[in-house]
């Protein structure tokens, strides 16, 4: 890293990083398992919830990608954290609107916190802090990896909460047709 303020956190980088890349491999492993079990979901339930959890985990690489840069100023990497963060949050409003219109789940409340909230939340403190990090540097910083690590929090507790739903409809299911 050219830019010492960011070569302290190179090792954080890395391991959110490979984490949030391992994770969207696994996601799609799962997604690949229960393509069989498609009465069980369909595709806008999908794009509903799978879908953003993989961008969630992809925004981790990207954040990590670009702290890890070699940038020779911090203005760049403001600029590239804060386009992420806005298409970030960008996306997020498309997946709240595609969650409330898709009709095979109806969302309660810790769905809106995990699958709108927090999103929101993170993207938004990944702009703003991205936008301040030539004039707060330490700070910004530290906001900057929180919210990578709550990207990867929200992707790891989103894809277990639809991997959950998904064999517990099953069988629920399973075992309605049974009696």
Known sequence: MANPHLAPWANFYVIVGSSAAALIGVQFVVIALISNLRHLTTADSIRAFGTPTVVHLGAVLVVSALISAPWHSLARASIALAMC???????????????????????????????????????????????????????????????????????????????????????????????
Do not use: M
Request: include cysteine; charged fraction near 15%; charge should be positive.
């Open 85 to 179: 963060g806005l298409g970030g949050l960008g996306y997020a409003a498309i997946a709240i609107r595609r969650a409330r219109r898709q009709t095979v789940y109806k969302p309660v409340w810790e769905d809106w916190i995990w699958h709108a909230i927090l999103p929101c939340s993170a993207y938004s403190a990944l702009s703003a802090a991205a936008l301040l990090l030539g004039t707060a540097t330490q700070t910004t910083l530290f906001v900057i990896g929180t919210a990578a690590l709550g990207f990867l929090l929200i992707g790891i507790h989103n894809a277990w909460d639809s991997v959950t739903h998904v064999v517990v409809t099953g069988l629920h299911r399973d075992a309605v047709r049974k009696e």
